[in-house]
């Protein structure tokens, strides 16, 4: 134990230091062993699975569809809740899930396209407002790239361009989170967490499946 706490206070801070060794040698072994996991300055970032619903997506992941749903409503002089497939504009039939779900005991689930709203997960009043011409369901189906041509608002490129800023700029907001491979799930809760002021981010294996001009781009972030 003592060891762990002598090898974590010799880590540098200021920089970024890395732990290499041949695969199975015990790297994330010996660093999360090393690590107070209650101490609040430290950050851990893996590829661990996200929590969420069937509903979750990078846009509610991340918080920017609140203030999507407050530009629409602002636009259309509706109320916010209209634009959420969790509330007032869903469709009654799914649910605001899109998709509707068949329990058939000791089988498998079965999973359908929602037939009333074709999967588009919102009513037909919904789809009626626009924001500079686009419905809240064409908003989600934009990639990260496309949605930081497309808005204006401030706390949404704000988080808009962490997300490109970590390579996940060809993501769709409304992407079904479980649908994310590891790396991306890692990626995505980077972008999050660097808005913090937590001063130490472990990374475990971040560069996982990244192109080489996506690695020097997360370099950049971090130095950034």
Request: hydrophobic share 40%; charged share 20%.
């Amino acid at each position: 134990l003592e060891f762990r706490r002598v090898l974590f206070r010799s880590v540098p801070l200021g920089v970024l230091v890395a732990v290499t060794g041949v695969a199975g040698s015990g790297k994330s072994s010996l660093i999360h062993g090393c690590l107070p996991r209650t101490d609040p300055s430290v950050t851990v970032i893996d590829q661990s699975p996200i929590r969420g619903s069937r509903r979750s997506n990078p846009a509610t992941y991340t918080g920017i569809l609140d203030p999507i749903r407050k530009a629409f409503a602002a636009a259309n002089g509706v109320p916010a809740a209209l634009f959420s497939a969790n509330s007032e504009g869903a469709c009654p039939a799914c649910n605001g899930l899109g998709m509707v779900y068949t329990d058939l005991g000791f089988m498998a689930e079965i999973a359908s396209v929602c037939e009333a709203c074709e999967g588009r997960r919102f009513t037909d009043e919904v789809l009626r407002h626009r924001l500079r011409g686009r419905t809240i369901v064409e908003v989600l189906a934009m990639s990260v790239e496309e949605a930081l041509a497309f808005f204006t608002e401030a706390p949404v490129r704000a988080v808009l361009e962490r997300l490109e800023g970590v390579g996940l700029g060809y993501l769709a907001l409304g992407q079904d989170l479980d649908t994310l491979s590891g790396g991306e799930r890692q990626r995505l809760r980077l972008a999050i967490e660097l808005a913090g002021t937590t001063p130490v981010y472990v990374l475990d294996e971040p560069t996982t499946g990244l192109h080489l001009q996506d690695v020097d781009h997360l370099v950049a972030l971090l130095d950034g």
